[in-house]
């Protein structure tokens, strides 16, 4: 387990960003291009005097951090209690002083979920313990899964890769996922796990990739493959879908000009991208896919050095 020192910065703390595991100086970076200031490290638990950025590589951001000297467990469970029900703790340390506090809180029972599902709707806030006798807390924070991590309950005969986990979070967190008379693309389709999600749903999907998808993918009577690139599919040429999803491995920068020539058509209803990252973290393009009207950028709790893109052609 990480040893954690006792963290407690010489300044108030005005904002908190939970960074992905592995991802910290990916968030750190994007913190100080953002005008965060200094940041004071505590485990994942990005500490910083300026109030909340917009972040898009934070699990999380805490945007009501409130520091309180806690002499006691019940003191500091008492402080949150009265304040509303339902905190989550992020423990890096003081394993078992927060298991107290935790127990001394009324009970928050996170299931794995079931897709499809939507998003935790309970008003959810977070605390941590900077030292034993200093909580931090905020009663508002982004995400509403504690500590921003999605878990679901999975399957491991069905689906050819993983990938599906990410399609499958990013649609519980848009609240809709595609169904039958929908329609879908997905670019860089194979082995097929997106194209399993979006084919299981019962809408009719056409899989582009210039490698083959799985067999159990490419044999189910809604699943169309074409070998071909996806670079190279001119969106005019297409019928209008209603969901066009791209997990393609390809620069962020080729990718922002296919999301936009995507939007440009006129022809996707939705689009979830995936944008994906090699060496360095191009932030630039990152931003300029989260400018797009109508899109928005996160960090999933199954991305790795990737950010999702989503995006709508009539908000509702
Ligand atoms: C990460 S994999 C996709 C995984 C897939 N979403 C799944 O759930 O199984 C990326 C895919 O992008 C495909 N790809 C890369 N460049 C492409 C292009 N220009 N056109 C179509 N597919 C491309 C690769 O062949 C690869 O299969």
């Known amino acids: 387990m990480m040893q954690v020192e006792a963290t407690l910065p010489p300044w108030p703390v005005r904002s908190a960003y939970l960074a992905p595991p592995d991802f910290e100086s990916v968030l750190e970076q994007e913190l100080q291009r953002k005008g965060a200031g200094d940041l004071c490290w505590h485990g994942r638990l990005a500490l910083s005097a300026v109030p909340p950025v917009n972040s898009l590589w934070a699990l999380e951001t805490w945007h009501e951090p409130e ?19 339902n905190w989550a703790g992020y423990v890096p340390m003081l394993h078992r002083r927060s298991a107290l506090i935790t127990d001394a809180l009324p009970p928050l029972r996170p299931k794995p979920f079931t897709f499809p599902a939507a998003a935790p709707t309970a008003h959810l806030g977070a ?8 909580l931090l807390l905020s009663r508002t924070k982004t995400s509403p899964f504690v500590n921003g991590e999605v878990p679901f309950v999975e399957n491991r005969t069905d689906p050819p890769s993983r990938a599906y986990l990410k399609l499958w979070e990013a649609l519980l967190r848009l609240g809709r996922w595609p169904v039958a008379g ?18 299981g749903s019962g809408a009719q999907v056409t899989a582009i990739d210039r490698s083959p ?28 879908v209603d969901w066009l999803f791209s997990d393609i491995i390809a620069y962020p ?47 999933l709790w199954h991305n790795k050095h990737e950010l999702t893109f989503f995006w709508q052609r009539d908000p509702s």
């Open 127 to 134: 605390w941590t313990l900077l030292c034993a006798d200093r």
């Open 213 to 240: 998808l799985a067999d159990n993918v490419a044999s189910l009577p809604n699943v169309t493959c074409r070998y071909e690139s996806a670079f190279g599919l001119d969106p005019e040429s297409c019928a209008p």
């Open 67 to 85: 520091m309180h000297d806690v002499p006691s467990i019940k003191g500091a469970a008492r402080i949150m209690r009265a304040i509303q029900r």
């Open 253 to 299: 920068a080729r990718l922002l000009a296919l999301a936009r020539r995507w939007i440009a058509s006129g022809r996707a209803g939705r689009i979830v991208m995936t944008i994906k990252f090699q060496g360095e973290t191009d932030h630039e393009t990152a931003e300029a896919f989260a400018a797009i009207p109508g899109g928005h950028v996160l960090h």
């Open 182 to 199: 929908e329609t879908c693309i997905d670019l860089g389709a194979c082995p097929g796990g997106w194209t399993w999600v979006a084919a």
